[in-house]
């Protein structure tokens, strides 16, 4: 319960000191953070990036101390975890040696460039298909899940 309020004053004094930053951006104007006259983004813009680089931190931080929590006092959801996780390993593992390609070449028979004018290696191809793979296979499993959630949830009425 002392976390809980000293987490609460956290999340309020920051949205105190976002608000008034963002207040002061409001009040000097689109044009003079544009010129940065008078290093005018260093006193507005920077500070709301840091900001939010520590809140997003902080959050990051107190999500994974309270997932730990859970799931080293609790058996049953570590073993849970731990089956997730090696599915979501297995499935990566097939995508990226059983159905991805390192084919480099497009339809036309070119080398495919790279928006950064680089040419694309065997390696790249087949992180970006394998990737592509996990991604179908994961979103046919997660309808699949809730279609069944559906229907036996109808058939058990």
């Given at each position: 319960m002392v976390l809980h309020k000293a987490l609460k004053y956290l999340v309020l004094l920051l949205s105190l000191i976002a608000m008034g930053f963002?207040?002061?951006t409001l009040a000097l104007g689109d044009e003079a953070i544009e010129l940065n006259t008078?290093?005018?983004q260093a006193v507005t813009v920077s500070p709301l990036i840091f900001l939010a680089y520590v809140t997003l931190a902080l959050t990051v931080i107190i999500v994974l101390f309270f997932v730990l929590k859970g799931l080293f006092t609790n058996p049953a959801a570590l073993k849970k975890a731990g089956i997730s996780v090696g599915l979501l390993v297995v499935v990566a593992l097939i995508s990226y040696y059983a159905l991805a390609d390192?084919?480099?070449i497009d339809i036309n028979g070119r080398v495919i460039e790279l928006e950064d004018g680089e040419l694309l290696t065997a390696g790249t191809s087949r992180w970006i298909g394998a990737s592509l793979y996990m991604f179908y296979i994961l979103g046919i499993v997660a309808i699949g899940t809730v279609v069944w959630a559906g229907v036996s949830k109808q058939l058990k009425r």
């Open positions: 963002f207040f002061y008078g290093g005018s390192d084919s480099v």
